[in-house]
């Protein structure tokens, strides 16, 4: 008897096993990034072709788009291979008026991107999701399937433990040792942790408190307001 994320697997191999060399795009949804590494591996181990994997280089949408961008990394790919896209999400602003000009760009672009020419796969956080429907829906409504995958207790509890370490058991506030890049980091897997948690307990307190923390402590006042 498989489980319930081999069944979404196996589902995700014979769509990617048939597609053409054409530009297709997936979405496959695991809150955590670790979680879309571990489970980005254990397709390609399964899959009849070849996978181009690429992380997204946070600079790559700051200082490009990522049509171009792309396009320079997969010159080496074989055309025939498939394309998992990894850390997108990372790689986006958190600061809400910086997101929206990200996202309206990669909406503006979605032909560029479809030039190159592959099947696509993009490894998100349930979350960005709904942000890309709002503010790139037609870049979004291009998408050909959306699986969504579980994160296992293992994940879970791993993040757990490092969210405590470092924001729970020290005695001073986390976010006044960190430098700008770990706060935004940490942003990012806390938004993550609380599309998880969605018990209004102590522990989804905690993370709400240290959101707002470094929302504020990086001067993003809307955003920390917010929480």
Not at 131 to 159: I, R, V
């Amino acid at each position: 008897m498989t489980t319930p994320e081999q069944d979404i697997l196996n589902r995700l191999k014979k769509t990617l096993n048939r597609t053409e060399n054409d530009f297709n795009l997936f979405f496959c949804l695991s809150n955590l990034t670790t979680e879309q590494q571990r489970l980005g591996a254990l397709l390609s181990n399964q899959l009849k072709r070849a996978v181009c994997e690429i992380n997204i280089d946070k600079d790559a949408l700051q200082n490009n788009t990522l049509d171009a961008w792309l396009t320079h990394q997969l010159q080496n790919c074989p055309k025939e291979n498939l394309v998992f896209i990894y850390q997108l999400s990372d790689a986006l602003p958190n600061q809400q008026q910086e997101l929206n000009k990200t996202l309206q760009q990669l909406n503006w672009r979605r032909s560029a991107l479809a030039k190159i020419n592959r099947p696509v796969v993009i490894w998100l956080p349930a979350y960005r999701i709904k942000q890309l429907a709002e503010y790139a829906p037609d870049f979004y409504d291009w998408y050909s399937q959306t699986y969504e995958f579980n994160s296992s207790e293992q994940g879970l509890n791993e993040h757990h433990v490092l969210f405590q370490n470092t924001f729970i058991e020290p005695e001073l506030g986390a976010h006044l040792h960190m430098s700008k890049n770990e706060k935004e980091r940490w942003l990012h897997t806390l938004s993550s942790l609380l599309a998880e948690h969605l018990e209004k307990d102590s522990y989804y307190a905690n993370l709400i408190n240290e959101q707002g923390l470094l929302y504020h402590s990086l001067n993003y006042f809307n955003e920390a307001l917010k929480d």
